[in-house]
T-cell receptor, first 121, second 112 residues
């Protein structure tokens, strides 16, 4: 099945530093990837949609200058948390759509990475 | 952001029992998905539903896409200890955005 790899799986950083998280689709090409954030015992909340070769689309309330997204190739999207603060500590999960499965490119199921646990001290 | 209402929020069941959970929305979706998430990991796709009224099985799991396109349910038969986890429904509207809206989750615990 489709595999989405996320790296690192966990990271601890000091307040004020930046952290980059990578998301790769290993056996399929993904023109669109999605970044989610999940706080403890809560559901996944969409942060932004990452589009290959163009600017990301951010959800309301998500600061685009703080959460930088780059989707430079069909298999890689990166999320950089800039000037991290303790309130940014969370579980960040990326996902990608396998366009070959499902009934069409736009409603084929999303596959998720294993997440990155970010702790800002 | 918008969330789907999922119930029950949590449940304790005994091994061998059947489980049922559902998800409702005020909006129509073109696709319903069910995911399972284990602690510290990303969600894993269980079942995808593409058509209103569709009933789909995956082993001991059965899910249905509600006729109104505003709800879905997931059944797990003969539960086993490894069924423990959080189950999320997700709705997808389709179109170029095709974002997923997640349910609030159902935490399942199975006792021996």
């Amino acid at each position: 099945g489709a595999v989405v790899s996320q790296h690192p799986s966990w990271v601890i950083c000091k307040s004020g530093t930046s952290v980059k998280i990578e998301c790769r689709s290993l056996d399929f090409q993904a023109t669109t990837m999605f970044w989610y954030r999940q706080f403890p015992k809560q559901s996944l909340m969409l942060m932004a949609t990452s589009n290959e070769g163009s600017k990301a689309t951010y959800e309301q309330g998500v600061e685009k200058d703080k959460f930088l997204i780059n989707h430079a190739s069909l298999t890689l999207s990166t999320l950089t948390v800039t000037s991290a603060h303790p309130e940014d500590s969370s579980f960040y999960i990326c996902s990608a759509r396998d366009g070959l499965r499902g009934t069409g490119a736009y409603n084929s199921p999303l596959h998720f990475g294993n997440g990155t646990r970010l702790t800002v001290t | 952001g918008q969330q789907l209402n999922q119930s029950p929020q949590s449940m304790f069941i005994q091994e061998g029992e059947d489980v049922s959970m559902n998800c409702t929305s005020s909006s129509i979706f073109n696709t319903w998905l069910w995911y399972k998430q284990d602690p510290g990991e990303g969600p894993v796709l269980l079942i995808a539903l593409y058509k209103a009224g569709e009933l789909t099985s995956n082993g001991r799991l059965t899910a249905q896409f509600g006729i109104t396109r505003k709800d879905s349910f997931l059944n797990i038969s003969a539960s086993i200890p490894s069924d423990v986890g959080i189950y999320f429904c997700a709705g997808q509207s389709g179109g170029t955005a095709s974002k997923l809206t997640f349910g609030t989750g159902t935490r399942l615990q199975v006792t021996l």
